[in-house]
């Protein structure tokens, strides 16, 4: 797309009115009902389908099809992030009518830094187009890296504080419980981070690290800066809500991590395909309208395997549960006749 740098201001604009209003509806600390969070979700995803059907409209069928393919990886993705957002609020115990506000600041945060990998990505890509194949390479090796981790069954139940986050805490202060929403407040004369300020960068950085995948693998998809930006954009401003609308169904998205490795790798042998189309090698080049469609089919697979998978789970928990009440049952009740048959004898 030729975009100008009035479309660029307007589209900031937009997003940034779209967040006030956001910030502005939820700016009283409350615990976020499921009506809430699910008219919310809904309300992005629209947003969302609406910005993609507008290129279209606008004669950009491409950059329609690349918008949509890089919102519905983006946001499959971040829903692999609430894990560790779920993580994270339980290391630093943060109070419920606390935590929208939280993940509202920590995704803005995120934001700002994406936009700034995105910036550095697409200027490497314009003067490097080698790098495709280091892109390439490394999302079929996180892909591989991701199957590993869903295969040896290990969770992590505990979220580890990077280096940033430490020195940032170890240099101000923290203090010993949260204070409202405040972000600073004075000990002793100095001013120190409030809990809430902690958690709330710990989101924005972990962030970060997500992205070390998932900024390559939209940029498989489509090398517009201006689609990568937008897509990562509302795939990001609807994950608070999402949080809390699936918070209790992430446990049950037991093959996540499959599908997701599916995805990367596909992403990642489109991206080599690219690099050796560039040096001008004769491969088979894979359309947006493919992509979206394997996409597409993989999460739905996915979810639907997940939910079958974790029903069977459940099951199996409930009969185990009923098995081990009844011997314990029939136990009591054979204690019980013996103490009555001792009780007789001695009587």
Request: proline share 2%.
């Amino acid at each position: 797309m030729d975009v100008s740098l009035t479309l660029w201001v307007l589209t900031i604009l937009g997003l940034v009115a779209l967040i006030a209003v956001d910030f502005f509806i939820g700016r009283k600390p409350h615990d976020v009902s499921i009506k809430e969070a699910g008219i919310w979700t809904v309300v992005w995803i629209v947003l969302a389908v609406l910005f993609g059907v507008g290129l279209l409209v606008a004669g950009e069928s491409q950059a329609s099809g690349e918008f949509f393919a890089g919102f519905i990886t983006e946001k499959s993705l971040s829903v692999d992030n609430l894990f560790v957002f779920v993580l994270i609020m339980a290391k630093f115990s943060v109070p419920s009518h606390l935590q929208q506000r939280v993940l509202l600041v920590g995704v803005l945060i995120a934001l700002v830094l994406r936009a700034i990998f995105i910036a550095a990505g697409a200027a490497i890509i314009a003067s490097f187009s080698w790098v495709f194949y280091i892109f390439g390479a490394f999302l079929i090796y996180t892909a591989w890296k991701l199957i590993q981790e869903a295969r040896s069954d290990e969770e992590e139940d505990e979220f580890e504080e990077n280096r940033l986050l430490k020195s940032i805490e170890k240099k101000f202060g923290v203090a010993d419980k949260y204070h409202g929403t405040k972000l600073f407040i004075r000990v002793n004369g100095k001013r120190v981070l409030t809990p809430l300020m902690v958690v709330m960068l710990a989101i924005g950085t972990t962030d970060v690290l997500f992205a070390l995948d998932s900024i390559p693998a939209i940029f498989g998809l489509t090398q517009d800066p201006y689609i990568v930006f937008t897509a990562n954009a509302f795939a990001l401003m609807g994950l608070r809500q999402l949080y809390f609308l699936i918070g209790g169904l992430l446990r049950k998205l037991v093959h996540l991590s499959y599908g997701l490795s599916v995805i990367l790798g596909f992403i990642g042998v489109k991206l080599v395909l690219h690099a050796l189309h560039e040096s001008g090698v004769h491969v088979p080049e894979i359309s947006i309208p493919f992509s979206l469609a394997v996409i597409c089919g993989v999460l739905i697979i996915t979810t639907i395997t997940s939910l079958i998978a974790s029903k069977k789970q459940e099951q199996r928990e409930a009969e185990q549960s009923a098995a081990a009440a009844e011997t314990d049952s029939a136990g009591k009740d054979s204690a019980g006749k013996d103490s009555a048959e001792k009780d007789s004898i001695g009587a």
